[in-house]
C-alpha cells in the first residue's frame, strides 16, 4: 500500500484509523472486551456477541477474552515453538536455525551463510530475505528490524499470545521453493484437538487477493464450498500425499487447544512445520457464502474461561 492510498484509508476507515491510534500508545487502557467490541462495530458491522457466541469469527474473539493461557506465547514465538515443535514431532521437521540475537546490531553476518532468512520472532510480516550476503542491504534492514522490535503486535487487534513475546531476531534458511506464484503451503485448522479442515494455499503469502487462492477440504477430504478474502482455484486443487503426517502433526500440537492454525509445507517429500496461529485473521473473516461463518462457529466448542 502506497502513503497515499494509506493516507486515504486513514481518513475514511474508522478501524485504520483505530490501528494507527492503537499503534501510537491510544486505547492502552482500555479492555481487551472493550477495545474488540468497538473494532468489531467497524469491522464486522453490528454489536459483538461475547455472552453467548455462535459465529466462528465470535467464537474466536471469546477466545481472545476469556482463554488467556500464558503458556500460548511460547508457541507464536518463533524461537521457542521451534523448541516444542522438534520435542513434539521430531527436529527434521523444523527449518534450520542460524541464530537468534537480541537486536540487529548484534548479528554476525560473517558467521551466516550467503543466503539466509531473517525474521522477527514477536510479531506477522517482520522478515526480509537475503539470497546473496554481499549485496544484501544492510542498512535497509537494520532500519526496518529496528522499528520492528519496537512493535508490540498485540496491540492491533488484541491477540494476547503475542503481548509478552520477548522481541528477538532470528536467521533460518533460506527456502527456494517458499515465496514464488507456485509455493504451497497447508494450512490443517483443529478444533478442540481434532482437525476441522485443511487448506491448500497457493501462491505468494499476505499478496494481493488476486495472486492467491486457498481451498479448504473438509477431514475426509470433500472441497468445502467457501472461502474467506483468497478465492478457490480455478484449477483442479488436489491433497498432499503427507497429509496422514501432517495432521497427525497438527493434532499433537493442538492437543488440549481449543482452535489452532498449524501450517505446513513439504519439500522433496518431507513435511516441513511453518507456524501456529490461534486466531485466523485475528478472528475478522468475511466468509463467501456468509453462512459459513454460522457452520464452522458450530464446530468449535469453546472450553470454561481460563482462569489464570
Given at each position: ?66 482463554n488467556q493461557n500464558p503458556e500460548y506465547s511460547r508457541y507464536v514465538d518463533k524461537y521457542e515453538v521451534k523448541q ?225
Amino acid at each position: 500500500m502506497s502513503k497515499l492510498q494509506f493516507l486515504k484509508e486513514l481518513i475514511t476507515s474508522p478501524a485504520t484509523r483505530m490501528y494507527f491510534l492503537s499503534a501510537h500508545g491510544f486505547y492502552r487502557g482500555m479492555s481487551d472486551e472493550k477495545y474488540l467490541k468497538k473494532m468489531w462495530k467497524y469491522r464486522m458491522g453490528g454489536e459483538l456477541n461475547l455472552d453467548d457466541p455462535q459465529t466462528f469469527c465470535e467464537k474466536m474473539q471469546w477466545l481472545k477474552v476469556y482463554n488467556q493461557n500464558p503458556e500460548y506465547s511460547r508457541y507464536v514465538d518463533k524461537y521457542e515453538v521451534k523448541q516444542i515443535v522438534a520435542r513434539e514431532i521430531g527436529p527434521e521437521h523444523v527449518i534450520p536455525l542460524y541464530g537468534a540475537w537480541n537486536s540487529f546490531d548484534e548479528i554476525d553476518f560473517d558467521a551466516l551463510p550467503d543466503q539466509f532468512i531473517l525474521k522477527t520472532t514477536h510479531d506477522s510480516g517482520g522478515f526480509m530475505i537475503c539470497k546473496d550476503k554481499a549485496t544484501f542491504d544492510r542498512d535497509k534492514a537494520r532500519r526496518k528490524f529496528d522499528k520492528a522490535m519496537k512493535r508490540n503486535y498485540y496491540w492491533g487487534d488484541r491477540e494476547w499470545p503475542y503481548k509478552n513475546v520477548t522481541p528477538r531476531i532470528i536467521a533460518e534458511k533460506y527456502v527456494d521453493s517458499l515465496g514464488k506464484p507456485d509455493s504451497v503451503e497447508y494450512k490443517l485448522t483443529c478444533m478442540n484437538g481434532k482437525l476441522s479442515f485443511t487448506t491448500v494455499c497457493t501462491g505468494i503469502a499476505h499478496s494481493a487477493f488476486e495472486n492467491r487462492t486457498n481451498d479448504s477440504f473438509d477431514p475426509e477430504g470433500n472441497h468445502m464450498p467457501w472461502y474467506a478474502f483468497y478465492k478457490n482455484s480455478a484449477k483442479p486443487v488436489s491433497l498432499p500425499d503427507q497429509l496422514d503426517e501432517m495432521v497427525e502433526y497438527a493434532e499433537k500440537l493442538s492437543k488440549g487447544i481449543p482452535y489452532t492454525r498449524v501450517d505446513f509445507y513439504c519439500m522433496d517429500g518431507r513435511v516441513y512445520f511453518g507456524e501456529i496461529t490461534f486466531f485466523t485473521w485475528a478472528g475478522f473473516l468475511e466468509f463467501t457464502p456468509p453462512e459459513w461463518d454460522r457452520k464452522l462457529g458450530d464446530m468449535l466448542i469453546l472450553p470454561e474461561k481460563y482462569q489464570p
